[in-house]
C-alpha cells in the first residue's frame, strides 16, 4: 500500500451519506439474492462497509466515489488503531467485492481495490481437544441441568456437535423434522444455502430419542396455554425461536469449567475443530472431511493437516531415543 500515508482520520458521528447507505443496501440486496448469502454474511458486510463510509465521510468523501489512495488511507487508519490483520483483511475483501459490484453495475468505471494488497491472514492453528479431553465433556453434559429435560437437552447438544462437526448456527437451528424416525443421516442447510449430508452415530441417536420425548412434552404443554409449536429442535422463547448462538457458546464454557477444563481452550467452533482433527487422525480422507464440515474450498479443511503435523512432531520428539538424548 506504498503512496498511503498516515491518517488519523475517524468515522463521521454523524454516519455515511444517504448516497453510500443507499448503495451499501443494495449491494447487500444483491448478494442476498444472487448468492444466496448467509445472515451473519451479511451482516458482517454491512458493518464493514458502514465502517468504511463512515470514515470516508469523516475524511470529506464517500465510499461511492472513493480511490485507490483514499482506500489505502482507511487500510492504515485501521493498522493505525491496532485492528487484528485477519479484521483488516476481511475489511478489505467486503470492499473489493462492493466495488466488483459498483463496476458491474456500472456506477463506477473502475475497482479502486482491486490491486491493493492486503495484510494477510495469520497461518493459526485451529485449538482442539484430546478424544479423553471430548469424552470427559460428553460425561459432565449428560449430568449438568437443573432437570432431567435440561440435562437430556444438554446431551444431545454435545453429542450432536461432537458426532456431526455443525457449525453452532447450524446445530441450534436445527428443525425437529429433521431428527424425527432416528435418521442415519442429518440433511443440513449450511452456508450459501447448500445442503450436505451428515451421518449420525448411535450414541447421538440415542441422546436425540430421549432430548425430544422431553422437548415433546414440553412443547404440548406450551400448545395447551395457547402458545405456538415451534419447528426448531432446541425451542426458545427469543426472537430467534431457538436457543441462540450466545446462550449456546455460554453453555459450553459453563460445562468445560464443570470438568475441570480451562474454558478458554473449548469453545463450539474447538468441538468443531475437535472433530474434523479426530476424523483425519483416525484415517478419514480430507474430501470427506471437506464434504462433512461443508467447506466450499479444500484449503480451508487442509489447515488440520497441520495440526497433526504439530501432534506427530510432538509424538516424535517426546519418545524418539534420539529425540530425547542430553
Known sequence: MAGAGRDNTVPNPEGASAADRRAIGTFLDAIAAEQGAARNTLLAYGRDLRHAAEWMAGAGGTLGAATRAQVEAYLVSLDTEGMARATRARRLSSLKQFYRFAHDEGW???????RIDGPGRAVRLPGTLSEAEVARLLDT??????????????????ELLYATGLRV??????????????????????????????PLSDPARASVAVWLA????????????????????FPARGAAGHLTRERFHALVKEIAASTGLDPTRVSPHVLRHAFATHLLAGGADLRVIQMLLGHADLSSTEIYTHVLDERLRALVMAHHPLARRD
Open 108 to 114: 463506477r468505471s473502475d475497482n479502486p481495490a482491486i
Open 141 to 158: 453434559a449428560r449430568n449438568h441441568g437443573r432437570d432431567a429435560a435440561a440435562r437430556a437437552r444438554n446431551a444431545c447438544l454435545f
Open 169 to 198: 448456527s447450524e446445530l441450534v437451528s436445527l428443525p425437529h423434522a429433521a431428527l424425527r424416525g432416528a435418521p442415519e443421516m442429518l440433511m443440513v442447510r449450511g452456508k450459501g444455502g447448500k445442503d450436505r449430508l451428515v
Open 214 to 233: 422431553h422437548r415433546d412434552r414440553a412443547e404440548e404443554a406450551a400448545r395447551a396455554q395457547g402458545r405456538a409449536p415451534s419447528r426448531h429442535l
